[in-house]
């Protein structure tokens, strides 16, 4: 590798992208010196990788260091394409988030088409694999190793303690490794079978030039010494695999090192001891680097970080030339602020007022928790402890439910698969995550004790034993209800979350209860009715009893809805769920029922409520656009009635085949395409619109007309018609907030802002349809129905016209009201969208108008007001929390804390369970401190201070006096010293995670005040590491144009020659058409005629395709051409025997097969490639090659599966042999 | 075949590759890091052959049904490949080939060829059976 300058890597590379440019002039400065400072980060890692083979990318929290990471990974491939990389995530949802970023990278950020970085059609030039075990690594590698590899570090931490794990682990490796000999993997002992088993996977591994592991934190415990005692299996068994210089052993000369360069990610490098660092990069098999300053020569050991002897300025030195951490800041009233400034840390425990402790109530709960400290200390004083307890590991700091600890264990099996998939290897017991090896203490050494007093308090007093701590935080939290201010609350306990969520679930419930009552002050028996039910129903065990097995409301025309809200179960959990998800309880105009039946169903009155009027809007909108659309095509109302009959009819037939009834919704689209068609057919000036908009809205629309049958609605039914939007857009201020008009400049073409409109507006409809929004839309829908009676609300004579106003005048009242309603939840999406698009939902750019609605209808369903999680991640629950609305308090174990962007609608943290290293807690706080946060988008370049709530409030909830303030202070202090550490000279001390009850509590109850000065990073990115060559001559660059053109050319006389004639897909990199074969096997024109020129018998035919494509080779264009043979079972001995025999017989054609899981078969096809290249390739070449594909995939056809199959046929259901 | 010749040449002097004439047939040695492959390229009426083997029938052990599973794996990996035909030949050997027409190679074509061929050959017969006969 060679070092590179700024220059050449911003020739490459633009970390403002591509998806980016058509963001508002404020954010735009904002990422342009922000993306100036990725690439920054990025050369100077790809220097430092050139120089000193390891990188540490130490960026501050959600400062994009995946991005930085992808840019690096694309200089490495770009000036060495034959690159191997692997990428090991902490855990599953990084692992796909990571491949995810870089398919956005590469088409956003990498700015020429290389084929190295780039393919030629935009994607990612290596393949990305994505590997979910070890087994599936090995089979990968031995499949094709010359792709890009996406490991998950969870899938090292094998559960080995029963012999027959080992044993499959044992028979997984000998399938791929059969030559290792039986005897290579034999140990009994757990210890002894992992290295083993590490060194079999080395041998599978070949040479990676660039290893890239992101939170490498996760491995500072090491790779251990010799024996490997106390190291876990997962840092073990990873640093065997990659060839771990400890164990090279001459009997093994197979074994050895795989990995050149390592390139780390973690914001938190080390806790507070720069060993940490020597400890990772040791797994990584680095820790024998030397690293040396930018082209002086002189290289210091990376041993130094690990040195006892050594001093923190020497290691420092080191560290320098491995590091690099970029600062954030925002500017705030001129003012430069680093994230210790704007963030507001709430260090003494309470919520109410700013840092004050959390009261006690009265004396009954101050006596319990003197009670349940004695306790505590009582059990602490046994000899297993010995006056000590794991950080964050109390059960009574958290709640006084029953923990799981007394639940019955699952299965061996059951637990060691859980083991694998869990964050560290650890089965979930009473806390996420793994801290200590002892039993007693991951189970909480007060979990027994607890459980005892829970009992005997229940059994005296007949209630819950009341717990100071969550009483507070469920008060605090359920202001998010008032507020709409979101929160997200960390615990160590999984109890936690459900009695956490439990008691936050019944606060909404009083909550939307008011609300209700608030707004049908009429209704208010009937509602208390309700709430008795919903209260008796959850009480009850019958769950059945609505949850999809009972039959809908009987007012429904038909079964259809509208796309992405069908399959939503409902649930319990809360009134929300009960009441306005699933089906909704029996014999109610409940939510759901309204949701399903009046909104959702294609025939009901309000299915065209979220429509927009197109062609009103096309027309400008006039009083009566029938009359203004007879007037502008010069025809006469009857005239216009009836062409506009006959073009709806004709698309109706075409969108259902139903022969009863006309849903609105259908007819609706049937006329507003028709009358589309009209104005785009005539001369007027907005055909051209219409025109986008037809194609654009109504894909299935082919002109085609048709005698409607005399039932069929009449237009005005669909044209002129009120809706929420046409409503809305007479209310221009409030129509500017929440659906604002695409501005015409900056080149944006009429398509791109139909195309952003109509993103905005299923965007808002699928809020209000499926969260917060829709209880008011739902409950102005009651009151103008007058009653929760199924059969009061309104019939099929309404239009949708009063509901519409009702909800805009709403609106617009809640625009001049703060707190949480529905304007101030539309509103925060329509301010926030392109962000919001960026971050939950990457497809809708690229997708087409007609699949917006499912596709957002498919990620706002199943919401809840507050949501949870412990022992994975819920990708839907988080995607909406990125959203304004439900969840507005996500209580999650650690399975949250890294990874996950949290950060658009959440300024609030609470370390409800603290965690026991600075790295975790720093960690957890950076899930809503990124990169467009919505501190950031408020404060950030603003001219007027910030007011104290408006910055990133930070809380570590605790109760004074008691030994929970110990464990408080101890982690502050680290927090600090690490922080330290990072920005200036700090001490370094011996690090224990227990506490000593005793010692500490004689010293001062104090807890450190945070630091208020700017921080500057010990390790900022140094000018001496930005330079290097700046030869644009390296920069490879494809001609796409020129290659498409030149295939073109070939295409068309291939048709020519072969005599193609039926041609399906025709795109500038893809051709396929029907290729004529004699019986005999000519290819082409003569094929299928004799020498005069006459025919001589029915050819077969035979599909080609030709596609250009990348191959991640050196940079080259393949041209690839591909015939379908058929599906096979190649289990059965004779097809394989044949299939062999055929292949030698037919001039040995290069044979591909595919697994088809869902036939339980292959799908075979013969394929063969060419380098394609404008100087060199010729067409006797591109010729010989589709001609020979084409005579032979028939030939294999004809004698395998002795048919002549129609070639447009999907192979799955023509071709079975 | 004389064109082939010089273009050996050329990458004899430009990359070090081994080549040698052994009747009808060019024998070429490459080097993949620590380890070599061969390859055979032979004419076949208008085609250049290229070819390298992987493994041999006398290593193998299964017999037929072994040889099956051979197949197999050499179609399905294949499919995840540009280039190189992998298959099972008369001789129950399993080989890399590719094909192109003689009188169209070029010395660019010429070194991706031997470049994939060698590195792909060698990679699937170190996976197979962890030596480096070929």
Redesign the interface.
């Given at each position: 590798m060679i070092r590179i300058d700024l220059d050449l890597a911003r020739e490459l590379i633009d970390f403002q992208g591509s998806s980016r440019k058509g963001i508002a002039t404020r954010r735009r400065a904002i990422t342009s010196s922000f993306s100036e400072s990725q690439l920054r980060g990025a050369v100077a890692s790809y220097n430092m990788l050139a120089e000193n083979r390891v990188a540490y990318i130490a960026d501050e929290v959600g400062m994009g260091k995946t991005y930085v990471a992808l840019g690096v990974m694309g200089l490495v491939r770009h000036f060495s394409p034959d690159a191997r990389m692997l990428v090991i995530a902490p855990r599953e949802n990084i692992q796909r988030k990571w491949v995810k970023e870089l398919r956005n990278f590469v088409r956003n950020n990498w700015q020429v088409i290389d084929n190295r970085v780039k393919s030629i059609q935009g994607r990612p030039a290596r393949q990305p694999t994505v590997c979910n075990s070890l087994d599936d690594f090995a089979h990968e590698?031995?499949?094709?190793?010359?792709r890009d590899f996406f490991l998950r570090m969870t899938s090292f931490s094998l559960a080995l303690k029963r012999a027959e794990s080992r044993r499959r682990y044992r028979r997984q490796m000998e399938r791929?490794?059969?030559?290792?000999g039986g005897w290579a993997i034999r140990a009994r002992s757990e210890r002894r079978f992992r290295r083993q088993y590490g060194r079999a996977l080395n041998?599978?591994i070949?040479?990676i030039d660039l290893l890239v592991v992101d939170e490498a934190h996760n491995l500072r415990k090491g790779f251990g010494s010799d024996d490997g005692k106390h190291v876990s299996n997962r840092n073990r068994i990873l640093g065997l695999a990659l060839g771990h210089p400890l164990m090279i052993d001459p009997k093994h000369p197979?074994y050895r090192p795989r990995v050149k360069r390592v390139l780390c990610l973690s914001a938190t490098p080390f806790d507070d001891d720069y060993g940490d660092l020597w400890q990772q990069l040791d797994v990584l098999c680095s820790g024998d680097a030397h690293v040396g300053r930018a082209g002086d020569g002189q290289a210091l050991p990376l041993r130094v970080l690990a040195c006892p002897s050594a001093g923190e300025t020497e290691k420092r030195r080191v560290a320098a030339n491995l590091l690099l951490r970029r600062v954030t800041h925002l500017t705030i009233g001129n003012e430069r602020h680093t994230k210790n400034m704007y963030r507001r840390e709430w260090r003494h425990g309470g919520f109410r007022s700013f840092d004050d402790p959390i009261k006690f109530e009265n004396p009954r709960q101050r006596l319990i928790v003197a009670l349940v400290q004695k306790k505590v200390a009582e059990v602490l004083g046994d000899e297993r402890f010995g006056n000590r307890f794991q950080i964050g590991m109390l059960s009574s700091f958290e709640s006084f439910l029953e923990t799981v600890g007394n639940i019955r264990p699952e299965s061996p099996q059951a637990a060691e698969s859980a083991a694998e998939q869990s964050d560290s290897g650890h089965i979930q017991g009473t806390f996420d995550g793994r801290q200590t090896q002892k039993r007693a203490e991951q189970h909480g050494a007060d979990t027994g004790v607890l459980n005892a007093l829970i009992e005997s308090y229940r059994e005296h007093f007949r209630s819950e034993m009341p717990h100071p701590k969550l009483d507070a935080a469920v008060e605090s939290l359920a202001s998010a209800f008032e507020t709409g201010e979101k929160a997200l609350v960390f615990v160590r306990r999984v109890a936690t979350v459900g009695e956490l969520a439990r008691r936050l679930d019944r606060q909404f419930d009083k909550w939307v209860r008011r609300k209700m009552e608030a707004a049908l002050p009429a209704r208010c028996d009937e509602i208390d009715a309700l709430f008795r039910r919903f209260e008796r129903d959850t009480r009850s065990d019958k769950a059945a009893q609505f949850s999809g097995s009972t039959p809908g409301p009987v007012d429904v025309q038909g079964g259809e809805f509208i796309s992405g809200v069908d399959d939503d179960p409902g649930g319990r959990e809360n009134f929300f769920s009960w009441f306005f998800r699933g089906e909704g309880p029996d014999n109610v105009l409940s939510g759901a029922a309204f949701q399903k039946n009046r909104l959702s169903n294609i025939g009901a009155v309000y299915s065209t409520f979220f429509e927009d009027d197109l062609i009103a809007w096309i027309l400008g909108r006039p009083d009566d656009p029938l009359a203004h659309l007879a007037a502008q095509l010069c025809l006469s109302p009857e005239s216009l009635e009836s062409q506009l009959r006959e073009l709806a009819w004709g698309y109706f037939r075409i969108r259902t085949k139903r022969v009863k009834g006309y849903p609105r919704l259908y007819v609706f689209e049937a006329y507003q395409s028709a009358a589309l068609h009209l104005v785009a057919e005539s001369c007027a000036e907005e055909a051209i619109r219409a025109k986008e908009v037809l194609k654009g809205r109504f894909p299935e629309h082919t002109g085609e007309h048709g005698n409607a049958p005399a039932g069929f609605p009449q237009p005005d039914l669909s044209i002129g018609i009120a809706t929420f939007f046409t409503e809305l857009v007479r209310h221009p201020q409030l129509r500017e907030d929440l659906w604002p008009r695409e501005a015409k400049g900056k080149g944006a073409t009429f398509a791109e802002r139909l195309q952003r409109r109509e993103q905005r507006r299923e965007l808002l409809s699928a809020m209000s349809r499926l969260g917060a929004a829709y209880i008011d839309l739902y409950l102005l829908a009651i009151d103008e129905a007058g009653s929760f009676e199924l059969k009061r609300a309104a019939g099929p004579e309404a239009t949708g016209r009063d509901l519409a106003r009702k909800f805009v005048t709403l609106l617009a009242e809640q625009r001049t009201h703060s707190g949480f309603h529905a304007f101030a939840e539309l509103k925060s999406a329509a301010d926030a969208f392109d962000t919001l698009i960026g971050v939950n939902f990457p497809n809708i750019p690229d997708a087409k108008l007609s699949e917006l609605a499912e596709q957002f209808g498919r990620g706002l369903q199943h919401q809840n007001p507050v949501g949870r999680m412990s022992g994975r991640v819920s990708e839907r629950t988080v995607q909406q929390f990125r959203m304004p609305g439900f969840p507005l308090i996500l209580i999650s174990t650690d399975v949250l804390q890294e990874g996950e962007d949290l950060h658009t609608f959440c300024r609030s943290i609470i370390h409800y369970g603290i965690t026991w290293t600075p790295s975790a807690m720093e960690q957890r706080t950076g899930r809503v401190d990124r990169i467009d946060s919505l501190v950031q988008r408020e404060l950030d370049r603003r001219e007027q201070a910030a007011e104290p709530e408006e910055m990133i409030q930070v809380h570590y909830p605790h109760l004074e006096d008691t030994v929970e303030r110990l464990q408080v202070k101890r982690v502050l202090q680290r927090l600090d010293r690490s922080s330290r550490l990072m920005h200036e000279t700090a001490m370094r001390r011996a690090h224990d995670p227990r506490i000593d009850k005793n010692r500490e509590i004689l010293t001062s109850m104090d807890l450190p005040a945070p630091v208020r000065q700017p921080l500057e990073s010990a390790f900022p990115v140094r000018d001496e590491w930005l330079k290097g060559v700046n030869d644009e001559r390296t920069v490879h660059k494809v001609d796409v144009r020129a290659l498409t053109e030149l295939l073109d050319g070939f295409w068309d006389r291939l048709r020519w020659d072969l005599g193609i004639d039926r041609l399906g897909q025709q795109q500038p990199l893809y051709r396929e058409g029907v290729v004529p074969v004699t019986a005999e096997g000519a290819v082409g024109l003569t094929a299928s005629h004799d020498t005069d020129g006459r025919r001589s018998g029915a050819p077969r035919q035979q599909l080609v395709r030709t596609e250009l494509?990348s191959?991640g080779?050196?940079g080259?264009t393949?041209v690839?051409c591909s015939s379908e043979i058929g599906l096979l079972d190649?289990s059965q001995?004779q097809t394989?025997?044949q299939?062999?025999r055929l292949?030698?017989r037919n001039g040995?054609?290069?044979?591909?097969?595919?697994?088809q899981t869902r036939y339980r078969k292959?799908a075979?096809?013969v394929?063969a490639?060419?380098?394609f290249?404008l100087g060199?390739t010729?067409y006797?070449?591109f010729r010989?090659m589709v001609s020979r594909v084409a005579e032979q995939a028939d030939k294999l056809e004809h004698e395998l599966l002795g048919v002549d199959s129609d070639p447009f046929r999907p192979t799955g259901e023509a071709r079975r042999g | 075949m004389v064109e082939l010749r010089a273009m050996l040449e050329k990458l004899r002097s430009e990359q070090g590759i081994e080549w040698q004439e052994d009747g009808a047939e060019i024998k070429i040695r490459m080097k993949i890091a620590s380890r070599r492959q061969r390859i055979r390229v032979r004419r076949e009426g208008s085609e250049f052959v290229f070819s390298t083997g992987v493994h041999a029938p006398d290593a193998m052990d299964g017999g037929a049904e072994h040889r099956r599973r051979l197949a197999i794996r050499a179609w399905t990996r294949n499919s995840k490949t540009e280039l190189v035909n992998f298959m099972l030949d008369e001789t129950d050997h399993l080989v890399g080939e590719i094909r192109h027409p003689a009188d169209h190679l070029d010395a660019e074509e010429l070194a991706i060829y031997l470049r994939v061929l060698a590195s792909d050959g060698d990679r699937f017969e170190y996976v197979l059976t962890g030596k480096d006969k070929h």
């Open positions: 590698l031995a499949v094709n190793a010359d791929h490794l059969r030559w290792i041998l599978l070949p040479e197979q494509r191959a080779i050196d080259v393949f690839r190649l001995a394989v025997d299939l062999r292949q030698l040995r054609p290069r044979l591909c097969a595919r697994r292959h075979l096809s394929e490639s060419l380098p290249d060199t010729q006797e070449e010989e | -």
